[in-house]
């Protein structure tokens, strides 16, 4: 019997979806979106990117806008966020950042379009 479960795309595909769109769409604003790098492809790599500051649990993206960080976290509908991530999002959230769970192209859309109309509006 086949399963009508749709497929869900990666958290990776996710992210390169949401930063292909914001690159294309704000090329003014390139580099301001950015990546961190929190996974290593192995023990060596993995110690090394440790002692260069990587984090675990850090979130996937970070957009820096209007004098802001928003620290954005890819997901599709059934990914969660590890114990480390949810540590990170109160460490930011305690700060007064922002951060925000993403889980597709659309709400990523959604999420850039409310941060540049919010920051309009506060000059």
């Known amino acids: ?23 294309n769409t704000f090329p003014a604003y390139r580099g301001l979106l950015h990546t961190h790098n929190n996974n290593s492809h192995n ?14 649990g850090v979130s996937d993206l970070e957009y820096f806008f209007a004098g802001k960080s928003y620290f954005i976290e890819l997901k599709n509908l059934v990914g969660y966020q590890t114990p480390e991530q949810k540590q990170f999002q109160k460490l930011v959230e305690s700060q007064g950042g922002a951060y925000q769970i993403v889980r597709s192209l659309e709400e990523f859309q959604h999420l850039i379009e409310s941060i540049h109309q919010q920051c309009s509006h506060n000059p």
Do not use: D
């Open 1 to 23: 019997m086949l399963s009508h479960t749709p497929i869900q795309p990666s958290e990776t595909r996710i992210q390169a979806l949401c930063f292909q769109w914001h690159w």
């Open 43 to 56: 023990a060596i790599k993995g110690a090394l990117n440790k002692a260069l500051g990587i984090v675990k």
